[in-house]
């Protein structure tokens, strides 16, 4: 674009984005570290990390320049808000069909985004100024969503046993979580996008009674973050349904849920040992 000779000499201006959010051995994605998460993430800490239930967010561009880049202080009359598209191009925010993108604020300095697919998106605000325009390099800002889980529950045999018989083996569910959703395609970032097994995920078992329904805010039979694994060890008498509910630690999400068996729950079925007869005798002479 066509600048003056005042512009050309005080070079590209530039301006810096914030997010106001309305919303071991093998390295993990955590709360506490992130940095298997690649590309690495604008804002700080997990700020810039969404749930797929909860994509509700705010970008504000500052309306006056920065020195990176550039000179300070100089007033921008408008902000140009794109996403970056897979070829690294500059891409129309309608081209991404969002349920919100809404822009406002002073000189177009706020972008509201919602309705986001799992995966990178990358921000970027192009700042103009008056007369002549002369805009600045884009300045990015990259957030990641979180795709929501399925999860499957397998294991056990038999089903139905006597109290005093339970099984020593075969007695073990397994939670296999698995990413429910495909990815968004529209950023370069796509052979970045981590796998399942890049998140540390937080499994929690429970038992209802057949028939009942699943209260996840009662006390969990085991929770772990390291295995999926859980051994039945069932002596009390009755029909009983196992659920394992999954969520990530590194950002509130879900939970998500499966029942052994599936929509169908399995019955696992414990029976009383009945206790001995009794005998008695009757003189028939």
């Not at 969002?98 to 970027?124: C, D, H, Q, R, W």
């Not at 390099?137 to 529950?153: G, K, M, Q, S």
């Not at 009755?238 to 969520?247: F, L, P, Q, R, S």
């Amino acid at each position: 674009m066509k600048c003056t000779t005042k512009m050309l000499k005080m070079g590209l201006v530039a301006l810096f984005l914030s997010v106001g959010l309305s919303a071991s051995a093998q390295q993990l994605i955590t709360a506490s570290d992130q940095t298997k998460l690649r590309p690495p993430l604008s804002g700080s800490a997990t700020e810039t990390i969404f749930a797929h239930e909860k994509t509700r967010f705010k970008l504000t561009a500052t309306t006056t320049s920065t020195a990176t880049d550039g000179e300070a202080g100089i007033t921008f009359t408008n902000i140009q808000w794109y996403y970056k598209k897979a070829d690294e191009g500059l891409g129309a925010l309608p081209e991404l069909a969002l349920t919100e993108a809404a822009i406002a604020g002073t000189a177009n300095s706020e972008l509201t985004v919602n309705g986001l697919k799992p995966g990178f998106y990358t921000f970027m605000a192009v700042g103009e100024t008056s007369g002549e325009i002369c805009s600045t390099v884009p300045e990015e800002f990259t957030v990641f969503v979180l795709p929501p889980l399925t999860v499957a529950v397998a294991g056990v045999s038999p089903l139905i046993y006597c109290t005093d018989n339970a099984p020593a083996t075969g007695n073990t569910l397994t939670a296999t979580a698995s990413f429910g959703e495909t990815f968004n395609t529209a950023t370069p970032y796509t052979t970045n996008n981590p796998d399942v097994s890049d998140f540390e995920l937080r499994y929690r078992w429970y038992k209802v009674a057949d028939g009942g329904t699943l209260d996840i805010g009662e006390t969990p039979l085991h929770t772990s973050t390291t295995s999926n694994t859980y051994d039945i060890v069932e002596t009390a008498v009755g029909k009983w349904n196992y659920y394992a509910v999954v969520d990530y630690t590194v950002k509130s999400a879900g939970p998500y849920q499966a029942a052994l068996g599936g929509g169908t729950p399995t019955v696992i079925e414990v029976t009383p040992k009945p206790g001995k007869p009794t005998i008695t005798i009757e003189d028939l002479n």
